[in-house]
């Protein structure tokens, strides 16, 4: 046991080399350097020697290599560089964002799962009924009940998330006046408008993926063996339906935080909220590389945490999973 | 009372049903592709003209979406638009779908070393949340249409490598390949002509099942400044251009999201139509 989560962490040294090395790299690639971009920016224009100077201050003449393990050691300290625009600190600006950013987050999994589980589950349930239940009255009652489902979930898909924004913005704040326009600083009620746009794009695909494992764990021949039995059905789906399509249930939801990570950059630009979307986003629009570097190499790491979370989760979740590593000692 | 079996008949109603969906979509696909490429001529006023007597106006007979700030029509603007999203829309899936189907054939033939590698790249690809990464490449390379298709591109070929590689390497098992490769085959002529039409189903179904995906993702970028620059009518950058109006005159707003809305939802409907049509395990299903 002990060595499968050691493994698991081990195998995450090649990952996160290849992301801090390719976004080092981009910045790279993004053809100016710090010391020109500096100049340029306080609006001067200094001779070949000065440039020269300051760059082997800063060890921009050595090696890419070289420049790349130095990069990655400030950066695990905590040294990101300094901001092109303001001149403070880029982790510390990153750090002092990510709470709000972290709180849009948790809260649209939250309802996203609070929302799409229990649908995604009464929709597969309808889909099988509207086939087998003996009451023709039942049937289209289920089918109905399914197809309702899906149509609000392919609704949900087909709208891009700033559209859906824009949307509640105009409902909620213009029109009903229920909820401030713009967050006025990080405030639960600021939060309400962009946690909904960001569960409302999020379910709509999760409720798909939940519909279809469950529906795939109720075709399964011990789902009938247990009916012939006669197991009540609630039981059924409580105790072994649920439960074995549990783990594709936690990794779906794992994957899913990546389009949400990247949702909140329009998200939060959108409604003035103060995270680290946001800033990524005026970051850019400044051509601020080290802010723009830290966002997205933590964003990065952040995702697969996430992922590693749910890997170790099979562990708790999952006896066949924990069985077959004690058996085989990981792999 | 046992579930009757379905007849030969219902079957056949089934079968010819997923048909006429697939028909069906594809027909409003090509209407709002035909409707792109002829959009200048559909379009009841010039999109680009601006006359701001008539700014700011509510949908009326002569607007039917009211007009921007400038007074342009948003009727115009939306239908010229669609020109922009569509093509470069489909220009980027068919970037990806051509790289990341050439990489996954070549991993899956090559294998060993090379194989190795480029499945490392490729899985690097997949590690990072997929629009921010889209984002850092697309605000690097400095906004522009052409470079938030290629800040895309960087993230979403991997898919295809992916499905095409092991594709491949399931094709390579089968015993008509064998039976080409002893009739003397050369590798292009394996690959061309035995390998590629027998992958193409799966990764047809999701280039088509990409499109509306990759549609919002573009008009994302856009929306923040990173992709189409006004004045071009693009729907993504029109929204944010018009989204300071959300106040005064909404429609201004909402026309061109509702057309996102519609174009990505046919070709979803699309997709799905093409995939039940091409999974024969699909097709019973449903």
């Given amino acids: 046991m002990k060595r499968y989560v050691w493994q698991r962490l081990l195998s995450l040294i090649p990952v996160l080399l290849g992301i801090t090395f390719l976004s080092f790299a981009l910045m790279r690639l993004a053809g100016s350097d710090a010391v020109t971009e500096m100049y340029s920016g306080a609006g001067l224009v200094v001779s070949q020697e000065i440039v020269d100077a300051a760059r082997a201050k800063l060890g921009l003449d050595k090696p890419f290599l070289v420049q790349y393990f130095s990069w990655l050691g400030n950066m695990v300290t905590g040294d990101m560089g300094k901001s092109f625009v303001s001149g403070r600190d880029v982790f510390d600006t ?55 489902v899906r149509f609000v979930s392919f609704i949900g898909n087909s709208m891009p998330n700033f559209f859906v924004a824009l949307l509640l913005m105009h409902f909620l704040a213009v029109k009903l006046g229920w909820l401030p326009v713009i967050a006025n600083g990080v405030t639960l009620a600021g939060a309400i408008m962009p946690t909904l746009t960001l569960a409302i794009a999020m379910s709509a695909k999760y409720l798909r993926q939940v519909r279809a494992a469950v529906l795939d764990e109720l075709s399964k021949d011990y789902v009938s063996g247990a009916r012939a039995r006669g197991v009540k059905e609630t039981t059924i789906l409580v105790k072994s339906v649920l439960r074995s399509s549990l783990m594709t249930i936690v990794t779906l939801l794992a994957l899913s935080t990546g389009s949400l990570l990247g949702g909140t950059a329009i998200v939060e630009t959108i409604f003035m909220w103060d995270g680290v979307g946001k800033l990524a986003v005026d970051a850019i629009m400044m051509r601020d590389y080290p802010l723009i570097q830290a966002y997205v190499v933590w964003m990065a790491i952040i995702y697969v945490g996430v992922n590693l979370v749910a890997d170790l989760l099979y562990l708790v979740l999952d006896p066949r999973v924990r069985l077959e590593v004690e058996r085989h000692g990981g792999a | 009372m046992a579930v009757p079996e379905p007849t030969v008949r219902e079957t056949v109603i089934r079968g010819s049903n997923g048909k006429t969906r697939l028909c069906f979509f594809g027909v409003m696909a090509a209407l709002l592709i035909v409707s792109a490429v002829f959009s200048e001529n559909l379009c009841p006023y010039d999109p680009y003209l601006q006359d701001l007597d008539a700014a700011l106006q509510q949908p009326s007979a002569a607007h039917i979406f009211g007009t921007d700030r400038y007074g342009r029509d948003m009727l115009s603007r939306v239908i010229v638009g669609s020109r922009t999203s569509i093509f470069s829309t489909f220009l980027l899936v068919a970037i990806i779908t051509t790289f990341g189907t050439a990489i996954g ?165 699309l997709g799905d139509a093409v995939r039940d049509w091409m999974d024969p395990k699909m097709r019973v299903k449903s």
């Fill in chain 2, 105 to 269: 054939v070549f991993c899956g033939w090559a294998r060993g070393r090379a194989d190795n590698l480029l499945m490392r790249v490729s899985d690097l690809c997949l590690a990072f949340p997929g629009l921010v990464f889209a984002l850092a490449v697309a605000g690097v390379l400095g906004g522009g249409l052409s470079n938030a298709v290629i800040a895309l591109a960087m993230i979403s070929w991997p898919k295809y490598a992916r499905i095409a590689r092991s594709q491949t390497l399931s094709v390579r098992e089968t015993s008509y390949l064998k039976a080409a490769r002893l009739a003397g085959c050369s590798t292009s002529r394996l690959i061309l002509k035995h390998i590629l039409p027998n992958i193409a189903g799966p990764i047809l179904v999701t280039a088509t099942l990409d499109v509306g995906t990759m549609m919002m993702e573009l008009a994302g970028l856009s929306f923040l400044g990173l992709g189409a620059k006004p004045p071009t009518a693009e729907w993504g950058s029109m929204m944010s251009e018009t989204r300071g109006l959300l106040q005064t005159v909404p429609w201004a707003v909402f026309a061109p999201g509702i057309a996102i809305f519609i174009a990505v939802m046919v070709f979803n409907l």
């Fill in chain 1, 94 to 148: 990153f750090l002092s964002k990510l709470p709000a950013t972290l709180l849009l987050a948790v809260f649209s999994v939250l309802l996203t799962v609070v929302v799409s589980i229990p649908l995604g589950v009464i929709s597969a349930v309808a889909h099988q009924k509207a086939q087998t239940a003996r009451d023709a009255h039942l049937r289209s009652v289920c089918a109905l009940l399914d197809s309702g």
